[in-house]
């Protein structure tokens, strides 16, 4: 049996970290009497926001104060990183991981996020051990929906693309798996339920339905 392995995305997938930031840029944008621009901001889910719409920098030019930007941002992380531990992980994750394990497959993050961010919610979480490779956007490696970040947790897991399988919420993440010619399974959340998926080789409410004995049988 060739080796086999599960790329699971962090952020909407592990955690529901993505409504919680949304929601606090809503209220912290309000509290400010600014135009938080949320068709800009949902472009930057499974992606880098430095790259598309920088909610912080926007807030700050608003307001002509870059600081009051950095500002936010370290609130929002900070707040962000409470909230979503406090949540714990989203329905069928540790059902997930478990069988996963037990069937021998292995399993890694690939995520458009910081490292830090997800090696200390994993942590928080006791999650961390199911792991064995966090891969995560870095000067080396492209954000989605380029496929650095996918063919580099294939090539340390030294899997096949067609031995693997995305799960994803984003659009961007979904193009990604699928230009990296990996199947991927799309598990839409409250802030990405409305974009497309049609890439994906099925659409799930939750985590708790999906059936890994589908992707990969066991011989």
């Known amino acids: ?28 944008f309000a509290k400010h009497k600014v135009f938080f621009d949320e068709e800009a901001y949902l472009q ?30 370290r609130e929002v992380r900070e707040r962000n990183f409470k909230e979503s531990v406090r949540r714990g992980p989203l329905p069928g994750v540790v059902r997930t991981l478990e069988t996963a394990k037990a069937m021998g497959i292995k399993q890694a993050i690939g995520s458009s996020g910081r490292r830090d961010w997800v090696v200390d919610c994993l942590t928080a979480l006791d999650l961390l051990h199911y792991f064995d490779e966090i891969v ?14 996918f063919l ?26 699928h230009r990296a010619g990996i199947p991927v399974v799309a598990i839409p959340g409250p802030v990405t339920a409305h974009l497309d998926f049609s890439l994906a080789c099925e659409v799930l409410p939750s985590m ?12």
């Open 1 to 28: 049996m060739p080796r086999q392995a599960i790329i699971f995305d962090f952020d909407g997938i592990i955690i529901d970290s993505e409504s919680v930031e949304r929601d606090l840029y809503r209220e912290i």
């Open 44 to 73: 930057t889910i499974g992606t880098n926001a430095e790259m598309v719409y920088h909610p912080n920098r926007a807030l700050g030019e608003a307001l002509g104060s870059p600081e009051l930007g950095n500002q936010v941002i």
């Open 136 to 149: 995560t956007w870095n000067e080396h490696l492209r954000p989605k929906p380029t496929t650095d970040i």
């Open 152 to 177: 580099h947790a294939l090539k340390l897991l030294e899997v096949k693309p067609e031995d693997a399988l995305v799960i994803e919420d984003s659009y961007n993440g979904v193009l990604s798996a």
């Open 208 to 219: 708790e339905l999906l059936d890994l004995q589908k992707y990969f049988p066991q011989n």
